[in-house]
């Protein structure tokens, strides 16, 4: 059960977490990009943004829960959903041949 603090649904939600507010922390670690993949980082910092923005609300709606407050999941949804949109340009400005990599936004 989620509820329960050593369950493997809390570890593992406690991973994603962690791996969605270090999001735009990673990209910076990944030092100055090259010339030709400006816009894929570009990209790649929008997602962050969103994805930290939606795991913030997943957070606070996640505490009033467990508080026995009503939580709003759903707030989280549409960064989260802008987020993995993000990723995906971002991913597709990685492929040889986009034209999106050579575009600034």
């Not at 329960?4 to 922390?25: I, N």
């Not at 990009?33 to 570009?42: M, W």
């Not at 913030?56 to 987020?83: C, I, M, N, Q, Y």
């Amino acid at each position: 059960m989620l509820g329960e603090p050593h369950s493997r649904a809390q570890v593992m939600l406690g991973r994603f977490e962690l791996t969605l507010a270090d999001c735009s922390a990673t990209v910076e670690r990944l030092g100055p990009e090259p010339s030709d993949l400006a816009s894929a980082r570009q990209y790649a910092l929008a997602a962050c943004a969103s994805l930290e923005r939606g795991d913030r609300l997943v957070e606070t709606a996640l505490h009033g829960l467990s508080s026995g407050e009503v939580g709003d999941v759903e707030s989280a949804t549409a960064p989260l959903s802008d987020g993995q949109s993000e990723m995906a340009v971002a991913t597709q400005t990685l492929q040889p041949g986009s034209d999106k990599g050579a575009s600034s936004g």
